[in-house]
């Protein structure tokens, strides 16, 4: 009997997966769509959700709702961002480079990056803190974003090799602050280089198209380039021809 009334309870009720704004969904399309038909109130729905990601403003959150479909009655499940989110969070980013491996968008420390592995590792499929860890310094590699100043791909490999098994054990989530320091120091020489190799590409790129309109003009204006002889000029050319042959 008791399988029974839990068969009930999943029939009657709806499951809603959601990703939002955190305190700041809005109506949408997706959610409307699902709720509108069973006539629950959407504007509650969204106030709910807002009240309860509040704390997760500027990022994107997973959220799921369970529906009673007979008394309309909804509860909000809100889990915590995706690794990638509090990375952003962390470093004050609304996006990642886009052009990952090419150009970097911020410098994190491995000890801020234990911290985040420290939240999300209860649902991660890490066996501990290490392993979390690492799959951290993963998204850091999509997002073009440097570890302690290093390519995430260098610091996968000292982090194997246990040359920050100290940090871990001691689960240090804050960097000393002459490392900060350092780190942030660091960074803006990378964002200079980054800023210079990109003006001489621009400007390279601006001089070649310069050469190539300047090229076509001087083609365009240089006499007998492409000539179009008129029909008068070919009956001469003919008779011409005409006279030579007798």
Known sequence: MKNQANLIHLRKNMKIKLIVDG?????????????????????????????????????????????????????????????????????????????????????????????????????????????????????????????????????MRIIESGVYDKEIKEEKTIPDPEKKKDIETQFEIVKAKQEKDQKALEEAKAKEEAEKATATVTAAATPGATTTAAPGDAKKDTKKDDKKKK
């Open 23 to 155: 305190g700041a969904m809005k109506p949408g399309p997706s959610v409307s769509q699902q709720l509108g038909p069973m006539g629950i109130n959407l504007g509650k729905v969204i106030q709910e959700i807002n009240e309860a990601t509040s704390g997760f403003k500027g990022m994107k959150v997973p959220v799921e709702l369970d529906v009673d479909k007979k008394t309309k009655n909804f509860t909000v499940k809100v889990s915590s961002p995706p690794v990638s989110e509090l990375i952003k969070k962390e470093l004050g980013l609304e996006s990642g480079s886009g052009l990952a491996g090419k150009t970097y968008v911020g410098n994190i420390s491995v000890e801020q990056l234990i911290g985040i592995a420290k939240t999300k590792l209860p649902g991660m499929l890490a066996k501990d803190l290490k392993a979390a860890l690492k799959l951290t310094v993963g998204s850091c590699v999509s997002l073009g974003i440097l570890i302690d100043s290093k390519n995430p791909k260098e610091i």
